[in-house]
């Protein structure tokens, strides 16, 4: 039996789903155990394009049984339209290939709306949400004022239980924001309609994944977002509301006797960032353009222009250290190939002092990079699939970078497509 972690190392956005996708072939299960549709995974393969949000990525797998584990933040409505889309490029889904947990919780309309009321109401100190609900929906989880999926199949005390919590939720909404509250009316409308759509995929995942383990089937687990982003460990306040890191896999799977054979830690070659907070190697003006360019840096979700920079070398080793790393992934190591010389943000000056550790997230804007610089390679490598193949500057790059993040670089993507790969 063999369980792996597919996870970020930074701040999210480092091609998980593309590594998801292509490592997907050697499991049986892959599961989602945390986040909602707040982020986006890209996933190119021979049926097209997708920017997946809440389905794991081995949708696209025959044979592969796709879950949504308890720890999800279940928007009904928003993985109701990604399901159309997906369908309607040729995807299978049903009940056979996608569970959803019957312990993952409701995200409820009021959640995206509470979302965007708050990060108005913070103004210039707003902590940058793609308003779809997450904070306000783990608020609300861990207040116990949500309901989850399996209430669904009962749907008369899922009523009464909505009732109470809308009693509350309305005070807040109308007193504390002096929003519009809801009637019940409207929210048993929505409730019935995609919580309805997704009735026939709810089961007990848990007993399904115990299951699985129970028969040697090799189960993957798909993370969101990276660990600087992670409640726990990451830039706090600038983090999401769940833990983005390995460790909790097991818990917001479903199946928390799990244990992780393999951790893949996904780093780009370069940082990108979306949102607000500390981005300590951040490129400005013409140098950050022709960057974001070369590697498409605009957020799958909301299409906006992510902040990009040179790797960070102390970032990358403190999201390694969380993540309990044991390969990465390094992605779009192609997008450099413009670059004369490739940047390093090799370690940080913080108070005077020279560091190398990741700092406490209040002294983390002080912080300034100590850069250094290699050689670039100057040629195309998207087409390379053996390591003797790529240039040698490229591989000077890559072995600094595994050196100095102390963790081996198993595989190196130079491309978007399942198979531009070069495994080591
Ligand atoms: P995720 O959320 O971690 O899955 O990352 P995103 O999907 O937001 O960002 C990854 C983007 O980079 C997607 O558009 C991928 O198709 C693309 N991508 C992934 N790996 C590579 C690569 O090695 N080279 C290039 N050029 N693009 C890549």
Request: glycine share 10%.
């Amino acid at each position: 039996m063999s369980n792996c972690a597919i996870v970020g190392i930074n701040w999210g956005d480092e091609g998980k789903g593309r590594m998801v996708d292509l490592l997907t072939q050697s499991y049986d299960v892959v599961v989602r155990y945390q986040g909602g549709g707040n982020a986006g995974h890209t996933v190119v393969n021979e049926k097209g394009k997708f920017a997946l949000h809440l389905l794991p990525s081995g949708i696209f797998r025959e044979g592969v049984v796709n879950i949504l584990g308890n720890g999800v933040a279940l928007d009904c409505e928003n993985l109701w339209v990604e399901m159309q889309d997906v369908i309607s490029k040729g995807v299978s889904i049903t009940p056979e290939n996608l569970k959803i947990s019957h312990r993952a919780s409701l995200l409820l309309p009021w959640h995206r709306e509470l979302d965007a009321l708050e990060e108005a109401r913070l103004k210039d100190k707003k902590y940058g949400s793609t308003k779809q609900g997450i904070a306000p929906f783990y608020s609300d989880k861990y207040q116990k004022k949500t309901v989850m999926a399996g209430e669904l199949l009962y749907p008369q005390q899922l009523q009464s239980h909505l009732r109470d919590i809308l009693e509350w939720k309305n005070l807040i909404l109308t007193k504390v924001y002096g929003a519009k509250g809801y009637t019940m009316e409207e929210l048993w409308a929505w409730v019935e309609d995609f919580g309805g759509k997704i009735r026939p995929f709810i089961c007990d995942t848990g007993a399904f994944l115990r299951g699985a383990q129970d028969q040697g089937k090799r189960i993957l687990f798909e993370a969101q977002l990276g660990a600087l982003r992670d409640l726990d460990y990451g830039i706090y306040p600038y983090t999401t509301s769940s833990n983005a890191v390995a460790a909790y896999a097991p818990v917001g799977s479903g199946l928390p006797t799990a244990k992780l054979d393999k951790v893949v830690g996904v780093v780009k070659a370069y940082s990108s960032c979306v949102g607000e907070g500390p981005f300590t190697c951040e490129w400005f003006g013409e140098e950050a353009e022709k960057l974001r360019q070369a590697g498409g840096e605009y957020g799958a979700k909301t299409g906006r222009p992510r902040r990009v920079g040179p790797i960070d070398i102390v970032a990358t080793r403190y999201g390694v250290q969380c993540q309990g790393a044991t390969d990465i992934a390094l992605t779009k190591l192609d997008v450099l190939s413009y670059l004369d010389t490739i940047p390093i943000c090799a370690r940080y000056e913080l108070q005077g002092q020279i560091i190398e550790d990741f700092p406490f997230p209040a002294v983390l804007p002080e912080a300034k990079p100590v850069m250094e610089y290699m050689p670039g390679w100057k040629c195309d490598i998207s087409g390379v699939r053996k390591w003797e193949d790529l240039p040698q500057a490229a591989r000077d790059y890559v072995e600094y970078v595994e050196r100095e993040i102390g963790c081996h670089i198993t595989y190196v993507s130079v491309g978007p497509e399942r198979d531009s790969i070069i495994i080591r």
